[in-house]
């Protein structure tokens, strides 16, 4: 048996031996690190010196982006300030049957239906109030309230225009989607079905709106502020309802197989910068108007 002097002589000798047969290269490295007995009769192992470099690094999810965190294989979308918008796609809403379904279908009328029903519920709202107007208070409007009703007044305006969605996805659908790509998509589509889609959302959010105020307007509790609020939301809500309760079967096959149908996957490319931009001003005038009347 050999002692560790032995054992340490012997692989001092083979290094050297390895380095002088390959004429630097891998033999080179060898030397230039610290040989180290393994404990185990004639091995080696060779270990780096503090400071050296290491080998690079297996490649990760963070590898493909530098310092500042910008990526250095999928360059960013330089209109958009470092971040990208998700797909444009038709909204799973009994609106977009309007124009993705026949005219002679049943899914379309049912829309229709609903569309109905909800303006009827906002104007049958509209004319209640005006019902009770007084001569020269045509609109109802107390005369004096109380402190926290007056505030309860404003916050509900506030959350009212954060809570209608009709009119910036009306305003968002014109504006992401051209006729060159709708029919470029779908060339049975018609686009100025698409277009008046888009118009009843606009208007019936305009109905929303205007309901609200009055309502909001002539109210004389905190609570009765709040109610109404949430109950003129739920009339222009029914689209989004009605078609989640096609997709599970609700109403039959039909309007399941409307519910599920591929155009609500499909993808559409976007417009150019300057033309989406223009419409993008137009769009925060158009908020600024609602929240300055």
Known sequence: MRSSSDKRSHSQMTATSFESSSGGGIGQHIASGRLADDGQGGGMIITRRYGEPTSPPSSSPDDDYDEHGHSDTKPLDDDLDGYEEDAVMFPSSTHSWLFTQDVSSLPFWFAVGIVVLSYLCLVLALINIFE????????????QVQTTVRIAQYLAMI?????????????YLLRMISKESLHTKFPKMQFRKFVLSAIVRLVMGYLFLFNTFLVVAQATAVLDIFYDVLAL???QQLDDIAFNLAKIDVFG??????????CFRAEFGKQPFALRKKIHLFLKGIYFLNLCA
């Not at 009770?132 to 005369?143: A, H, K, L, Q």
């Not at 096959?253 to 599920?260: E, I, P």
């Open 132 to 143: 009770d107007s007084e001569p020269g208070n045509r609109f109802n409007v107390p005369y």
């Open 159 to 171: 959350i009212a225009l954060i809570m209608e969605e009709e009119i910036p996805t009306g305003l």
């Open 233 to 235: 939301q739920f009339l």
């Open 253 to 262: 096959r039909h309007m399941k197989h409307a519910a599920l149908s591929k």
